[in-house]
């Protein structure tokens, strides 16, 4: 396998980033999964999963702007950890038409798995109740019973 200067080799995992500068002078960054295809001087050739059309997107970057991914500790058999009635949970959605992440926070107080819908939680949030889509959430902490 062939290395870069930086240590990059073929088959390494690699976070690839670029960014967009915007009207108001922001700079919004962009970033990419991809495998190291070829290593060359200063730059990769990046291989990125599947494009639109179903083959592989093939590019080149920088190494600079890339980032490797340890994935050492990675245990692929790891499951969710599945909320339960009194756990603390955060549910985060996010719509298409909204760049924004709506976050609650609460105690789950019902999970609601009618036919044909999808399962639902009933969230206590201080004195109000919510109603959130039950796969948006994560446990926060687990409660004692």
Not at 102 to 112: A, D, F, P, Q, R
Request: glycine share 8%; aromatic share 6%; hydrophobic share 35%.
């Amino acid at each position: 396998m062939k290395r870069g200067q930086e240590g990059f080799k073929t088959g390494d995992i690699v976070v690839a980033y670029g960014s967009t500068l915007t009207q108001d002078g922001n700079t919004d960054k962009h970033c990419v999964l991809a495998i190291v295809v070829e290593v060359g001087k200063k730059d990769l050739f990046l291989k990125e999963g599947l494009s639109k059309s179903g083959k592989p997107s093939l590019f080149k970057i920088p190494i600079t702007r890339c980032a490797k991914v340890c994935d050492d500790q990675v245990k692929l058999s790891s499951q969710l950890l599945k909320p339960k009635i009194g756990d603390l949970v955060v549910s985060i959605e996010s719509t298409w038409a909204s760049k924004k992440l709506e976050k609650k926070v609460g105690v789950l107080k019902e999970i609601i798995d009618y036919p044909g819908k999808y399962k639902t939680a009933i969230l206590q949030i201080g004195t109000k109740t919510e109603i959130v889509i039950f796969d948006t959430l994560i446990v926060a902490e687990h409660s004692e019973k």
